[in-house]
């Protein structure tokens, strides 16, 4: 057997049982040759050897809810996320705009009023103390939402005049006018403008973000293209980049549901490489609870005559579902609020009604609120919750989150139910929602399995029977995520045939504190056989 590379170490974890083993991993060409337990067979002796000792050995990390191009792009643009006010954040893209040429709309993105010490919403007001004359565009964390000042409202033809589209909001003043802050499918009002970005540059974003990726331990992601910036990503220029022998992780595209069917279709067989498929379509439904645009099946608590809104029409997004689902094609499908979990699973069962069971991984994204009722059809329609615990703790302490004042006590002990849905389906898909939330795995694993806050409350976790074990997150952002994608003979765990995609953490997880579950960094990430990332 010629082996190029030999792993060995007292902690491999090989996400098929639930504990990690002293073995060894043996590498030949991009593919693991052999995995066991003890010391390596004698005739591996002289190989390349990487003596991992008591750090954990594990498959690469695999992002099942990323965008990967415009998480690329907002790279280069200004990150306001440590921003601690209103004030602070301006004055903190004033300093950026001395960066940007004068022709251009000034960028940026990471704030969140929940992030501040006086959780107000902020205002074009407060950009246009520091930049009256330039347009400013800034892109809330939750990617739901932009704030921009009034240079960049006229700019955007953004009045008092202005209709209201039916899958966005127009945040207005006392008289009506603009205040500022756009909503969901209102944001395309801007991005048409603030975002001429050029397809040459898209190998520039991809390349980043792949550095950044691998620099965390992941070796794979499922990149959901549709956002509210429009969608930047754009399948032949991955395959040229590919092409080029950029790419270092696995790239699982999942272009717009409401694109040219026909055209996915072709794209699906067209590109079809170890390192770049197009696995799912996906579309928004909803938006997210913090800015009461995820859809209820009760109205939010703070606002008694509100219960959200749907981003695209109903009737066409259950047309599309179905028309997907009878050629063939797995559909993801962002969904915030019990009531929009609902309408998903609706058009799934409706679309398997007409058309009958497909070979298809249909899969709720998000799916934050799901009435008691519903958890159970996940399971009987074969639905993949795809989840991103780092959402449990989008703030840093308890007494910040927001949901227990949009939601109450009941609905909020209900929100993120990862041990039900794991129950129903059998499976979760672990991401991050990047750039909503850094690409990072290991912050996720540590909410999974503690449900803390970074204040360490609430104490014993938010509603801690919807808890994970150590074992069950490290496998649902490994083996459940190649699952999504129909690859989990080929990705997520270390056994003979399947491709070489492994991290070395710096630490074995099953040996420390919680606490230090979330600062662990990988030491090596090594894709295709090759190392793509030493520390």
Request: aromatic letters at 10%; proline letters at 5%; hydrophobic letters at 40%.
């Amino acid at each position: 057997m010629n082996i190029d590379l030999l792993i060995k170490g007292n902690a491999i974890f090989d996400c098929i049982g639930n504990e990690p083993f002293a073995g060894f991993v043996a590498i030949a060409g991009n593919k693991i040759a052999k995995t066991g337990k003890g010391e390596a067979p004698a005739e591996f002796a002289g190989v390349k050897t990487i003596d991992a000792g008591e750090r954990l050995v594990m498959p690469g990390f695999h992002d099942s809810h990323t965008h990967m191009t415009s998480a690329g792009f907002f790279m280069s643009c200004k990150n306001l996320e440590k921003a601690a006010s209103a004030d602070e954040a301006a004055r903190m893209i004033y300093e950026f705009s001395k960066t940007v040429p004068s022709d251009e709309f000034i960028i940026g993105g990471g704030w969140y009023h929940l992030y501040w010490k006086n959780p107000v919403e902020p205002s074009k007001a407060d950009l246009d103390k520091y930049i009256p004359d330039r347009p400013v565009f800034l892109m809330q964390a939750s990617g739901h939402c932009c704030w921009l000042n009034s240079k960049a409202l006229e700019v955007c033809n953004i009045t008092k005049e202005t209709v209201e589209p039916e899958a966005g909001k127009i945040i207005r003043d006392a008289n009506g006018e603009p205040a500022g802050l756009l909503y969901d499918g209102a944001m395309n009002l801007a991005t048409a403008k603030a975002f001429k970005l050029n397809k040459g540059r898209i190998k520039e974003y991809v390349t980043s973000y792949m550095q950044r990726a691998n620099s965390l331990g992941l070796t794979s992601v499922t990149d959901v293209m549709p956002d509210f910036t429009g969608d930047i990503g754009y399948i032949p220029a991955y395959a040229q980049i590919e092409k080029e022998g950029a790419f270092t992780m696995r790239v699982h595209a999942a272009p717009s549901l409401f694109d040219d069917l026909d055209e996915v279709l072709e794209w699906q067989k067209k590109y079809t490489s170890e390192k770049l498929t197009v696995t799912h379509v996906k579309q928004f439904m909803d938006g997210v609870t913090s800015n009461h645009t995820a859809l209820l099946l009760e109205n939010y608590l703070n606002e008694p005559r509100d219960k959200g809104i749907v981003t695209c029409p109903l009737e066409k997004i259950k047309k599309t579902i179905a028309e997907a689902h009878k050629r063939g094609l797995s559909v993801r499908l962002h969904a915030i609020g019990d009531r929009t979990v609902r309408y998903a699973l609706d058009y799934i069962e409706e679309a398997i009604k007409q058309h009958g069971k497909k070979n298809v991984r249909h899969s709720i994204e998000h799916c934050e609120l799901c009435s008691d009722e519903d958890i159970p059809r996940f399971g009987r329609l074969g639905v993949i919750p795809s989840v991103q615990p780092e959402h449990v703790a989008m703030v840093a302490s308890y007494d910040a989150n927001p949901y227990p004042a949009l939601l109450g006590e009941e609905r909020t002990n209900k929100a993120f139910p990862f041990r039900k849905y794991l129950d129903a389906a059998g499976v979760l898909a672990f991401g991050t929602d990047h750039p909503v939330i850094d690409n990072n795995p290991l912050p996720g694993i540590y909410r999974a399995k503690t449900r803390l806050f970074n204040d360490h409350k609430p104490e014993g976790g938010w509603a801690p029977s919807e808890k994970l074990d150590l074992a069950t997150a490290l496998k649902m952002y490994t083996w459940g995520s190649a699952y999504n994608c129909f690859r989990e003979n080929e990705l997520g765990t270390l056994k003979a045939g399947n491709f070489a995609d492994i991290v070395i953490l710096d630490r074995n997880l099953f040996a420390v504190t919680d606490d230090e579950i979330k600062d662990a960094k990988a030491d090596y990430t090594i894709f295709d056989g090759k190392s793509v990332y030493e520390r």
